[in-house]
């Protein structure tokens, strides 16, 4: 079917409109967490997101006169890519956490001398990056996360509607916000493995001096694996409260950086 029949079957309106909520719903399958996993083939993601717009559309563009030339049209679709940008940034900030929370334990534990690549970024990254990443995939299925995303997704309408135009000093700020969050979020998962790890190499830096005979790295480096696996299964049920608890904050803040200019 081609556009010309499209636009007499459905209207010129509606087709428009279905295209500006494709541009704000595309970025949560480029950027947001699992919609936009390497694991996912491009054409499943692409059915999906189609299916979203195809959903929307009749919801959003009620009422809306939408520009048709193609230069009004042309910045009406940056707009929408726009402010699905600064949705799924913020959501992605908050995994981008996790896989830094791992690299961090991976480096100090010696795991990050084996590279794996991970399935859901498509990235170079170490076993607990990769498994930390995987975790959190879980937890976010587990607890209805793609529920949540498609539902905030949905109320941006409500804060920029399609024939609206988002403030974009709060849209800067808030991505600015979202990038500046995502050592801090790592320090609170990885923050307790850290520091034992630190005093573990403290003790084994003490013990070298007091029996200078002793080989601290054959010795170090296996302790030094145990304490980091052992703290990490007692932390993981904290963490999954956490990640649940950060989810729904993450869509909050998200809607809070859109505002119409």
């Known amino acids: ?4 029949q499209l636009i007499e079957q459905f209207g010129e309106q509606q087709v428009v409109g279905f ?14 967490p699992l919609f936009s996993s390497k694991s996912v083939p491009m054409r499943v993601r692409g059915i999906v997101a189609v299916a979203l717009a195809i959903g929307l ?69 170490a076993v607990l990056a990769r498994m930390y990443s995987l975790i959190g995939v879980l937890i976010f299925i587990a607890i209805g996360g793609d529920t949540w995303v498609i539902q905030g997704l949905a109320r941006t309408y409500d804060v920029v509607g399609i024939d609206q135009v988002p403030d974009i000093n709060v849209l800067v700020a808030g991505a600015v916000q979202s990038f500046s969050s995502i050592f801090l979020s790592a320090i609170q998962v990885a923050g307790p493995i850290v520091l034992a790890l630190i005093l573990t190499d ?12 002793l080989n601290v790295f054959a010795v170090g480096f296996p302790a030094k694996v145990t304490v980091g696996l052992l703290l990490l299964g007692v932390t993981l049920p904290f963490v999954g409260g956490w990640l649940a608890d950060e989810l729904q904050q993450s869509v909050l803040q998200a809607l809070q950086t859109l505002k119409v200019a």
Not at 1 to 4: D, E, I
Not at 19 to 32: D, I, K
Request: charged fraction near 10%; glycine fraction near 14%; charge should be negative.
């Open 1 to 4: 079917m081609t556009l010309q």
């Open 19 to 32: 295209f500006l909520v494709l541009a704000r719903v595309s970025p949560l399958f480029a950027l947001a």
């Open 202 to 213: 403290a003790a084994f830096g003490v013990v070298s001096r007091v029996v200078p005979q």
């Open 57 to 125: 559309t009749p919801l959003v563009t009620g009422g809306a006169k939408l520009p048709t030339d193609p230069w009004g049209l042309g910045g009406m679709i940056g707009k929408e890519i726009l402010v699905g940008a600064g949705f799924a940034f913020t959501l992605a900030a908050l995994f981008a956490a996790l896989e830094v929370a791992g690299s961090f334990l991976d480096t100090l534990i010696g795991f990050s001398f084996g590279g794996l690549v991970d399935p859901i970024t498509g990235n170079q990254s």
